[in-house]
Every structure is written in structure tokens, then in C-alpha cells.
């Protein structure tokens, strides 16, 4: 495994790594990062918790602190604002000692913050993290300058297309420089993702790494609940769980989010819910309080599944199986990051049999289904894609089982048939009212005479 020294970087990025306590770069970084400094498009696909960020960011930096420039350099485009966040509070620290300037572009602020934003990107720093929502709404007032960035990211590309960014990402992609270097980093490798690469990449290198696999470290746990169980059996796997000092719980839907920290907040848990419908202040506070370890639980939609650098999260559990099977991977990525180990628990109801079946196969492992303690009543019983299978099979059987036609019977009843005449030679005697009807004057025929 290579160390970072050995990638030739500027001395100002090593020192910032070395008070950061970075040392051995991740397989990621060890891929990526010659290929961003020998000036290269790149289509990258890793899970999350691989330093996939810094896998873009030094190099990038790198090229930054070397080039001189008045406008913006480099512009990176995630799906989320907390993902936006993240990677310039990841950027400021490595970027400490340089002359780097980054400035993060996202929705939910106020005036002051869309007065920065647009001073940034007037030129006014080197790097700009941006959703493309936000992005494209000052873009549309016409001050943003864009003619000197030579590097262009795309970072978490598979949930911006999920989420419906396609169109926004080719608009503001023709606001760009031709000549620029593109990199690419996604989770997964959809065909959706490709042809969005083709647009945009020249000749890229493509590396993969662990796509779509639980980090090693995570013990995986699965708990068959009845949902009315679900919050019972929340409760009793914290219970023991004394030594785990960051805990993140993912639930479907806001309500849920809402119940669930409710309900261990009276139980005197330090606990917080995070989710769309917070202001953006009071999802920022939130976060710094799970970081510093303040809120020891937090309860979460899908907005923290993916990006959100939070280290020592010591259980994840997921009180909803996910929709998206791919979206398990990033959800228990939460826990084991840079080789820690962690724990992952995850609550199936009769509903979520089919998705995490799934999830199984995409994983290439089929987990232990354990039931809810005695005390909190018997949970479901597992019914895979295989029950299914009998079912159909068993309804095949019941079809050969019918008892077949009287052949002999069929065959006299040809017979007679070919005695029949021709269906133009019968006719076909009139009822009693069609004589009737025949019978009565016709108006329309008097009318005429």
C-alpha cells in the first residue's frame, strides 16, 4: 500500500496530511490519484467510507496550488447540500496551508449566504461545491463566470440522476470550458451512469473498487419485526449496547423519523431526527452535535445515507429496509469506514421481504434471520423469492391434475358435425315477436308514397 508521499504532491498538502494523522493512502486514492495528476478524465466507482473525496480532492489541490488563476478552477457538483458541505469543510482542512479558497453552493440559506455564493462565483475562489438546483438558479442571473475552470467533478453522479439532476448537469456542463479535465466518481455503474459519461468524460480511465459490498468490518444482523414491534425492538438493541457511543438509525418516511426520536427521547436517550423538512440551521446544528458526540442518536431519512463523513459511528440500524438495494451498502457504510469495525441491524417486515431478498443478491450473501426476543410476541416468518417459486410450481401441478376430456367423446362429437349442413344452407326459425315486428306497417314507407 502506497503512502502519500509517494505521489509526489505539493509539501503544503503533505504537511495539512500529516497534522491530519493521514498517512497510507486507500485503494481508491492509490488508483485515482496518479491518473487526476497526469491530467486525465476519470470514471471512478467506489462505495462510500473508501476516501473516495480525498481521492479527488488532492489531486485537485495538487493541480490548484500550481496553477495560477483569478476565477474559479474547479467546480464540484454533488446531489445534497450536507454531501456540499462535507467535501468543503474536507477541502478547507487539507487545503490549510495553501492559497486555496473553496466556497460551498446550496439551497436553504438566506440572503447573506446567496450574496457569498454569488461573490464566489464571480471569481471570488478557487473551488466551488455546488448542488445543481442552486447552482443553475445563479447561473440564470448572469454574473456566474465560468470561463477559467479546468476541472470539473461530479461526485455521488448516480443519486444526482436518481434525484433528476440529468438535464440540470448538461446545462451547466455547456457553461464550461471545452478544454477541461472531467472526473466522475459514482457508487454505481447503471447504464444511465455511462451514457452520462460519454457525454461528458474524453477517453477516460475507468477504476472500480468494491462495488456494491459491505465493508468488511460490518457485522450484519437481520431482526424479522412486525411493524407495530419495530420501535420495541429498537429500544431493546440499545439496551445493551452502552459501549456504542455514535448510533444512526434510517427510517422510510419523516413521520417515522419523527415518532422514533420522540419515542427515545422519553425513554432518556440522547437522541436527535434529522430530515428534509428542518430548516437548514437547524439540520447544520444537529449534525455538529452528533459529531462532537452531544447527541449520542441520531434518527435519519436517506438524506445522511450517502457523503456524510461522521467517523466512529459504532451501529447503524435500519428501521425500514431500503427501496434501493444499493442504497443498504451506503447506509451500513455509515459504520466500519477506514477498516474500523461496526455494526449493522436491520428490521424486515412481511412488507420488505421481496426488497431485502434484493439486497441478498446483490451482496452474494444470504444472512441469518433471527427473531424478536420472547417478550416482544414472534416476528414474521422469512419467505424468500424460493416460497414464491412453490407457489407457481405447485399451481403448475394442480393444472396437470385436471381431469382430461373424454377423447372418444370428442371424437363423436366431430362426427355429427360432418353431418350438419352447411351453416348458409340452415335456416333459422323467427321468434314470435320478429313475426309481430314483420307484421306491423312501416311509417316510413307511407311517408314515401
Known amino acids: ?242 459501549d456504542f457511543n455514535s448510533i444512526i438509525i434510517f427510517c422510510s418516511t419523516k413521520k417515522k423519523v419523527e415518532k422514533l426520536a420522540r419515542k427515545l427521547k422519553q425513554k432518556g436517550y440522547a437522541c436527535q431526527g434529522i430530515s428534509s423538512d428542518y430548516e437548514q440551521d437547524a439540520r447544520e446544528e444537529a449534525l455538529r452535535d452528533f459529531r462532537s458526540g452531544k447527541t449520542r442518536i441520531m434518527v435519519a431519512t436517506d438524506v445522511m445515507s450517502r457523503g456524510i463523513d461522521i467517523k466512529g459511528i459504532d451501529l447503524v440500524i435500519n428501521y425500514d429496509v431500503p427501496g434501493d438495494a444499493e442504497d443498504y451498502v451506503h447506509r451500513i457504510g455509515r459504520t466500519a469506514r477506514a477498516k474500523t469495525e461496526g455494526m449493522a441491524v436491520t428490521l424486515v417486515c412481511p412488507d420488505d421481504m421481496f426488497k431485502f431478498s434484493k439486497i441478498e443478491r446483490l451482496i452474494d450473501r444470504e444472512l441469518d434471520k433471527e427473531q424478536p426476543p420472547k417478550h416482544l410476541g414472534e416476528g414474521p416468518q422469512w419467505r424468500g423469492p424460493s416460497g414464491k417459486g412453490k407457489g407457481r410450481k405447485n399451481s403448475k401441478n394442480k393444472r396437470e391434475d385436471k381431469p382430461r376430456k373424454d377423447k372418444s367423446r370428442s371424437d363423436k362429437s366431430r362426427g355429427d358435425r360432418k353431418d350438419r349442413k352447411p351453416r348458409q344452407d340452415r335456416k333459422k326459425e323467427k321468434s314470435k315477436n320478429r313475426l309481430l315486428y314483420e307484421a306491423l306497417p312501416n311509417p316510413k314507407a307511407e311517408v314515401v308514397s
Open 1 to 242: 500500500m502506497k503512502k502519500f508521499t509517494d505521489f509526489g504532491l505539493n509539501e503544503t498538502l503533505l504537511d495539512a496530511l500529516f497534522y491530519m494523522n493521514f498517512e497510507e493512502a486507500t485503494e481508491i486514492q492509490e488508483k485515482a490519484i496518479p491518473t487526476i495528476l497526469e491530467g486525465k478524465d476519470l470514471i471512478g466507482c467506489a462505495q462510500t467510507g473508501t476516501g473516495k473525496t480525498a481521492a479527488f480532492v488532492l489531486p485537485t489541490l495538487n493541480q490548484v496550488a500550481e496553477e495560477e488563476s483569478d476565477g474559479v478552477q474547479v467546480l464540484i457538483l454533488c446531489p445534497t447540500r450536507e454531501l456540499a458541505i462535507q467535501i468543503e469543510q474536507q477541502i478547507q482542512g487539507i487545503a490549510y496551508f495553501t492559497n486555496a479558497s473553496c466556497y460551498a453552493v446550496y439551497g436553504g440559506g438566506d440572503g447573506v449566504s446567496w450574496e457569498g455564493e454569488a461573490d464566489a462565483l464571480k471569481g471570488g475562489a478557487d473551488i466551488i461545491v455546488a448542488t445543481p438546483g442552486r447552482l443553475l438558479a445563479h447561473i440564470a442571473r448572469g454574473y456566474v463566470k465560468f470561463d477559467t475552470v479546468k476541472h470539473l467533478i461530479l461526485d455521488e453522479a448516480d443519486r444526482m440522476l436518481d434525484i433528476g439532476f440529468f438535464d440540470d448537469i448538461i446545462k451547466i456542463i455547456k457553461q464550461l470550458p471545452e478544454e477541461r479535465q472531467s472526473l466522475m466518481f459514482s457508487a454505481t455503474m447503471a447504464p444511465k451512469i455511462r451514457q452520462l459519461a460519454k457525454q461528458i468524460l474524453k477517453d477516460p480511465e475507468e477504476i472500480s473498487v468494491a462495488i456494491s459490498k459491505p465493508a468488511e468490518g460490518v457485522t450484519q444482523k437481520v431482526i424479522m419485526a412486525h411493524e407495530e414491534q419495530k420501535v420495541k425492538l429498537v429500544q431493546h438493541v440499545l439496551g445493551d449496547k452502552d
